[in-house]
Structures are given as structure tokens and as C-alpha cells.
């Protein structure tokens, strides 16, 4: 059974930093892409960010230069840094296992985000 658990999410002041982190389980992690999705109240799910192999990294224009996407294979676990962060990233932050080692349309697909785990909250306010 795939086990997705985010955490690292809070209340921070926008121009401020958060990392979420991901831990995966029941599957062999560094096998698959993986990519972080939001939700913010009343809008539909939104891609933010996917990493493939490890290697190649994909973001939403409106995160690029901010955030940073980071897989740890022999930690099982996925991360992604949050800086200058604005009222605007305010959502439910999910991380999502792809359908196989690589993603290839960039924006994925949402059939590739219907493994992820319950979720981080991220308050950006003032």
C-alpha cells in the first residue's frame, strides 16, 4: 500500500521560509517521480512542482526562483523548500507519488497526483 505523509506546514509571515517534507512507504521510492500539488480553499488542486529521477525539476512559473524541489532516496523521503513566501501560496500542500520513474507532460496530467497523502497546511498571513 502506497503511504504518503507530509509535514513541515505552518503559519508564516509572507518573505518567510517553510520545508515540507514528504515520507513515503509501501513502495520502492526511488523508482517513481514524485511531485507536490496545493489546494487552496474553493480552487481546484494545482500542480507546483515534479521531480523526476531525482534529477530533472519541474515548477509552476508563479514558484520558479523561490521554491526547490528535493527527493533523499535512501531516506525515503521528498522535500520541498518554501522561500519568500507569499499570501498567495496559502493551501493545503500534498505530495504525490507518478505513475511510473518519469513524467512527461509538463504540467502533468491530474492521473498522476491520485497517490498522495492527506496533506501540510501552509498559512501565508500577515
Known amino acids: 500500500e502506497v503511504l504518503l505523509v507530509e509535514s513541515g506546514g505552518g503559519v508564516v509571515q509572507p518573505g518567510e521560509s517553510l520545508r515540507l517534507s514528504c515520507t513515503a512507504s509501501?513502495?520502492?521510492?526511488?523508482?517513481?517521480?514524485m511531485s507536490w500539488v496545493r489546494q487552496a480553499p474553493g480552487k481546484e488542486l494545482e500542480w507546483v512542482s515534479t521531480?523526476?529521477?531525482?534529477?530533472?525539476?519541474y515548477y509552476q512559473d508563479s514558484v520558479k526562483g523561490r521554491f526547490t524541489i528535493s527527493k533523499d532516496n535512501a531516506k525515503n523521503t521528498l522535500y520541498l523548500q518554501m522561500n519568500s513566501l507569499k499570501t498567495e501560496d496559502t493551501a493545503m500542500y500534498y505530495c504525490?507519488?507518478?505513475?511510473?520513474?518519469?513524467?512527461?507532460?509538463?504540467?502533468?496530467?491530474?492521473?498522476?497526483?491520485?497517490?498522495r497523502g492527506r496533506g501540510t497546511q501552509v498559512t501565508v498571513s500577515s
Open positions: 521531480i523526476n529521477n531525482g534529477i530533472s525539476k
Open positions: 509501501g513502495f520502492t521510492f526511488e523508482n517513481f517521480a
Open positions: 504525490a507519488r507518478a505513475q511510473g520513474s518519469r513524467v512527461s507532460i509538463i504540467p502533468p496530467p491530474l492521473s498522476e497526483f491520485n497517490n
